[in-house]
């Protein structure tokens, strides 16, 4: 279920920046722009704290 939640709201931010940016620069607006950064987003979301260690480094 959290991977459902993750994909949809980095889905909604995604496309309202896609947008927003599209507009301020004067180009047309591409929904599959904003879908395909989703995805890798939400792909990075999920793999960042896979690499990233959860024991603390020990000291000798």
Known sequence: MRYIWTFF???LLIEM???VVSA???SEFHF????TLAVSAT???FIIP?????EP????
């Open 9 to 11: 709201w980095t889905f």
């Open 17 to 19: 920046v896609t947008y």
């Open 24 to 26: 301020m620069s004067g």
């Open 32 to 35: 599959a722009t904003g879908v």
């Open 43 to 45: 792909i990075l979301i």
């Open 50 to 54: 896979a690499v990233i260690p959860n």
């Open 57 to 60: 480094l020990e000291h000798e």
